[in-house]
């Protein structure tokens, strides 16, 4: 059926439009009403399920480049149906506050649909009112994302001109991995303090690839909390304010451990054992209770140092005794490679 009349008249995505309305019509027959005909051989209907079969879930970021190597379709149709895509866009972005509650990291990622399947790295700055209501979506930077370029004053800025109570980061690894790097934790942090320097809740930072997501909001609300919604019972929480919350849980065991198991005249004599986790992320009650089985089975000899990664790279000291041992909770071979290559030291297998 290569012509658009031998479809039956009612079945005619113009006709089926004035009928029946844009609900009855699918999205094949939405674009074809926009493109307006087709080529020989091949229908304006055809033609336009060809398109959304072709980019599916990426139809919202198209380009007219990426339209024009399609057969019967040239710049004209092209820019017709990006302006049309571009039009919609814009007005979604604009909606009132009231339309537009950001609730969930969900909720956030599903605003900045375009960037995740970019090959270029992005962060984007979400910021939102009192109640979390949509003020202003912003591209901060493009490229790689490094502490040297990317400036709290360049986020902070705007948050002062639109009055923003709160802000949510977004950032893009088009490599699919959806771990925070290194760098990553790193700009989090200074963001983390020069939010709570200027009253603005710095509320998440999330990793987003083209199929999956990481909010680091919803890694530590979770398990408190059983929930990932960014208000919970009434109280809005900041990354901030939660990472405060996990230090003060985590650091009274770890002060519990050094006061049984090490007191101080060994310790400062023989060695120590150091219980450290630099972003306090996770539930650390299993975490303790798990190194305190560590002290009492293999830490009878005050010449052992106890290292526990959580998750956060090598924490070491450096020992003038090559033959300091080491314990650890894990078996990543590149915290050993680290240690074998900076401390010259042997460890303990658990």
Do not use: W
């Not at 004599?269 to 450290?276: D, E, K």
């Not at 790279?313 to 078996?331: A, H, L, S």
């Amino acid at each position: 059926m290569s012509k658009l009349k031998d479809i039956p008249t009612v079945d005619r995505p113009r006709e089926k439009f004035l009928k029946k309305g844009p609900d009855a019509l699918s999205k094949s027959d939405l674009l074809a009403i926009v493109i307006g005909s087709g080529i020989k051989g091949k229908n304006v209907k055809q033609l336009s399920e060809q398109i959304i079969k072709k980019f599916g879930d990426r139809f919202l970021d198209i380009t007219a480049n990426d339209l024009v190597g399609i057969p019967g379709i040239g710049k004209a149709k092209a820019l017709q149906i990006v302006s049309a895509v571009a039009l919609v866009k814009r007005f979604y972005e604009e909606l009132t506050p009231s339309d537009n509650i950001i609730s969930s990291a969900q909720k956030a990622v599903s605003l900045i649909s375009d960037i995740r399947g970019k090959k270029k790295e992005y962060l984007i700055c979400l910021y939102l009112n009192a109640r979390n209501a949509l003020l202003k979506k912003e591209v901060v930077s493009i490229g790689t994302l490094d502490r040297t370029i990317v400036h709290p004053r360049e986020i902070f800025g705007p948050a002062v001109e639109l009055s923003a109570a709160g802000i949510i980061l977004i950032h893009n690894h088009p490599s699919g991995d959806i771990a925070q790097s290194k760098n990553d934790i790193e700009i989090v942090n200074r963001i983390l303090h020069a939010g709570n320097i200027m009253g603005v809740n710095v509320i998440d930072f999330i990793v987003v690839s083209a199929n999956d997501m990481n909010s680091l909001f919803s890694n530590i609300q979770s398990p408190r909390q059983n929930t990932t919604s960014y208000n919970s019972d009434g109280i809005q929480y900041s990354l901030f304010d939660l990472l405060e919350m996990e230090k003060m849980d985590y650091m009274p065991a770890a002060k519990k451990i050094h006061r049984i198991y090490f007191p101080a005249k060994s310790r400062v004599q023989q060695g120590y054992f150091r219980l450290q986790n630099r972003r306090f992320l996770g539930n650390k009650y299993k975490l303790v209770g798990f190194i305190e089985d560590i002290v009492k089975e293999k830490c009878n000899n005050f010449g052992s140092f106890c290292d526990i990664f959580a998750g956060t790279g090598v924490v070491g000291e450096r020992f003038n005794d090559k033959e300091v041992k080491i314990i650890t909770n894990d078996q990543l071979y590149s915290n050993y490679a680290a240690l074998k290559t900076f401390l010259g030291i042997k460890k303990i297998n658990l």
